[in-house]
């Protein structure tokens, strides 16, 4: 029975709005207390959670403003500790909510949060996607592009402070990371926030916007030259982040405590039988081929898995998209008329260089949506995309992110919104292209090559990511480097030249990150088996999927004990 919770964390003692609110139990009363005052703190959070406020402003990456987020942390983990479990679904939640609030107090507690950034994820770059989730309807929300775009300087400048301190004490993210976050800075500089604008308002409705995009644009080039003229000389040279620091991500990234010799031992038997598999398809799409980067490269011209603009091929994934919901909700999966809506976009310039997902807002108004970067000048190949978007959309990260936001009365709102866990993540993503794989999705020879081609990517990540930051060998003898792992995904993942160049620098940048799809992919596939060969005839595939993905995401170890508990049912 739901009754009346409240708990006064913020300062002063005020109460907060969820002291108001009635919830299940102590322990999803607190979650929405902490996610409430987390996204009090964050604008940019807000605007992810989708509840309208401060939607004028940027976050605050200083050192003291994320001191005052770990205070958070640490007293709401305190309050956590103390509360006693209703129920199973109560306890999950308290357990995902206690781990994930010690892993990132972690994070802030060893300065890994403020020397960590890369051509992935960045304050920059951060700050250049959330304007892509914003509301584009009203004139308020005009106004609020507007004055956030005027604040591009002053977030940007909070950052610099905080890296400039971290500088003095010795500690640095590494000289390629940097270089590639310039590029990105210097892109944005180079009409990137007004390419962008003029997307919102074509007809320049709302000069304002457009005048403050140029104000975004010179804060971007200015934080580009400290960058080139003052951090870079100060930044490693190194790539590799050593043992410690890797195992802190990894633990981080996969919620596993994992064996890092025997994952990377693992990675390279793995990428070898991928890579058997796919000399095998080879013979059939070009018979006597030398290389398997020569089947990708005929592929590539292929007419057959070609398409000219980026209107077409959007049309393409987003037909593909709506009819892979109508074809697998019902026998394999429970797919809720809330969630049966996932978009397909084109990706805003200087996003990532892979497609990716973002989530749901929490009331659905702003629906799941995948995007697409840019290819080149050329039109779009889509033999590769294929399993992509099983990976992107559905059955992967959107029927995962989407359950999740819908499922209130099972998830507190921290599961909902702060617990994403790549291992889970990933592996469900990686699990649904392998999925499938099994139902036969993958017939035609240059789609399969296209799936097959992304399970080796992953494969190879393992072997690359842990190999370079650990320092370990590769077959030649030689420690791993940026060459050598650049070699091997473009000979054995069939990555072109300068997606190789791309994923190389996001290894070398994201330690830990990697190596979750596929130790993710084991660990579902493992659980799925382990649920067959308990329960028998009483085993439901449909049932298994619908379970795993409502208790919600959590670490690697604690999901495979969680479902040892599952009774089939």
Not at 70 to 76: F, M
């Amino acid at each position: 029975m739901s009754r009346d919770y409240y708990f006064p964390i913020d300062k002063g003692g005020q109460p907060c709005q969820t002291s108001r609110m009635t919830f299940r139990s102590a322990i999803f009363a607190l979650s929405d207390s902490y996610v409430e005052q987390s996204a009090a703190r964050s604008p940019m959070a807000c605007t992810h959670l989708g509840n309208g406020l401060n939607q004028d402003k940027l976050d605050d990456f200083s050192i003291s403003a994320a001191q005052v987020n770990a205070n958070l942390d640490r007293e709401t983990l305190t309050k956590l500790i103390e509360l006693s479990p209703i129920d199973e679904i109560d306890r999950i939640a308290q357990s995902v909510m206690r781990e994930r609030l010690e892993s990132s107090l972690l994070l802030h507690d060893s300065n890994e949060l403020f020397i960590l950034w890369n051509v992935l994820t960045s304050p920059p770059s951060d700050i250049r996607s959330i304007f892509e989730l914003m509301p584009k309807e009203s004139e308020k929300d005009f106004d609020n592009i507007a004055k956030r775009l005027a604040v591009v300087g002053s977030a940007l400048t909070s950052w610099i402070g905080t890296i400039s301190t971290m500088a003095t004490l010795g500690k640095t993210t590494a000289q390629r990371q940097v270089r590639g976050v310039i590029e990105q800075l210097e892109g944005y500089a180079d009409g990137g926030y007004s390419a962008m604008v003029k997307n919102f308002d074509p007809i320049s409705k709302y000069p304002s916007m457009h005048e403050n995009a140029k104000l975004a644009e010179k804060a971007c080039a200015d934080t580009a030259k400290y960058l080139r003229e003052e951090y870079l000389p100060l930044a490693t040279p190194n790539d590799a982040v050593g043992e410690d620091r890797y195992a802190l991500w990894a633990r981080y990234f996969t919620g596993a405590t994992l064996d890092l010799r025997a994952t990377y031992e693992w990675g390279i038997a793995d990428l070898k039988r991928i890579n058997d598999r796919m000399w095998t398809i080879a013979e059939k799409i070009k018979p006597g081929a030398q290389s398997l980067r020569e089947v990708a490269d005929f592929l590539d011209t292929d007419p057959k898995y070609h398409l000219d603009t980026k209107e077409e091929i959007l049309s393409f994934l987003q037909d593909f998209t709506d009819s892979t919901i109508s074809r697998m909700d019902g026998e394999f999966f429970e797919i809720d008329e809330r969630i049966k809506k996932c978009e397909v976009h084109y990706a805003p310039e200087g996003s990532a260089s892979a497609p990716y997902y973002n989530a749901p807002s929490e009331d659905l108004a702003r629906p799941g949506t995948t995007w697409l970067p840019k290819q080149g000048d050329n039109g779009f190949t889509w033999w590769h995309l294929i399993s992509t978007w099983y990976h992107e959309a559905v059955p992967g990260h959107h029927l995962q992110c989407a359950t999740v936001t819908i499922e209130k009365d099972r998830l507190s709102r921290f599961q909902r919104n702060n617990a994403w866990i790549s291992g889970y993540g990933e592996g469900w993503a990686l699990y649904s292209e392998r999925f499938m794989d099994e139902l036969g999705a993958f017939d035609n020879p240059g789609i399969e090559m296209g799936y097959l081609s992304g399970q080796a990517l992953r494969a190879a990540r393992i072997v690359v990511d842990i190999g370079v930051h650990l320092g370990y060998k590769d077959a030649d003898g030689n420690v791993w480097n940026a060459d050598s792992v650049k070699k091997i995904l473009l000979e054995n993942a069939l990555q072109e030249d300068s997606m190789a160049a791309s994923e190389r620098d996001r290894y070398l940048g994201w330690p830990g990150q990697a190596i979750s799809y596929k130790v993710g992919e084991r660990a579902w596939m493992q659980t799925r088996e382990d649920a067959k060969a308990r329960l028998g005839s009483k085993f439901s595939l449909k049932k298994f999927h619908t379970y795993a993905l409502k208790i919600g995401p959590m670490g690697l170890d604690p999901f495979a004990a969680e479902m040892k508990l599952w009774d089939g049912n």
